[in-house]
């Protein structure tokens, strides 16, 4: 007899994309895709997995945002050029960004840096590239009006990690970095 996967272990290995995807019978979906006998068989046990592997991925991600921030700042202080951030919040679509935007200005005051402008998206969760005034900031950093984007925390930015680090794959591209005041391991 063949062990079938919970309700929960099907959907909970449909998101990673480097997993195999579960399909459950009961919900009349056919086989599974990927194992090639058209069995069911669980997916290998991965270390890390669950709460203390989000925290892994996390600090993974924290070392990424600030590897890039310390070469940013690097090559500014080598210039002797005072450095410049965008603020910018992201709220629901009735939402006060006044809140998440005065946070910010405590890593500004900390960093000693300017601030030129502040700015939000009020689009609700969505993909980061595609938002209009994080878009506007991206164009900042890239004319170099600006060094850096600064966030109260990295849920401004996205709660996904796939277009998280996508989202520091264009700023780093764009020649910036993104300051957090709650890095990506803050609960």
Not at 174 to 180: M, N, S, Y
Request: proline share 5%; glycine share 12%; aromatic share 4%.
């Amino acid at each position: 007899m063949t062990n079938l996967p919970t309700e929960h272990e099907a959907t909970e290995h449909e998101e990673t994309p480097s997993r195999v995807t579960l399909l459950d019978p009961r919900r009349g979906m056919g086989t599974c895709h990927g194992l090639g006998n058209g069995r069911f068989s669980r997916p290998p046990v991965q270390s890390g997995g669950g709460f203390l592997g989000e925290l892994a991925d996390a600090a993974k991600m924290r070392a990424v945002r600030e590897a890039d921030l310390n070469r940013v700042l690097e090559r500014l202080d080598h210039a002797g050029t005072q450095i410049r951030v965008g603020r910018y919040a992201l709220v629901g679509h009735s939402g006060d960004p006044a809140v998440r935007l005065l946070q910010t200005q405590t890593v500004i005051n900390r960093m000693g840096w300017e601030s030129p402008l502040a700015t939000y998206d009020s689009t609700g969760m969505s993909d980061p590239l595609l938002r209009p005034e994080l878009a506007s900031l991206l164009g900042r950093i890239r004319r170099g009006e600006i060094h850096g984007i600064v966030a109260a925390s990295p849920t401004d930015i996205t709660t996904f990690r796939r277009s998280y680090l996508g989202f520091l794959d264009a700023v780093r591209a764009c020649g910036g970095f993104l300051a957090l005041l709650r890095d990506e391991t803050a609960l």
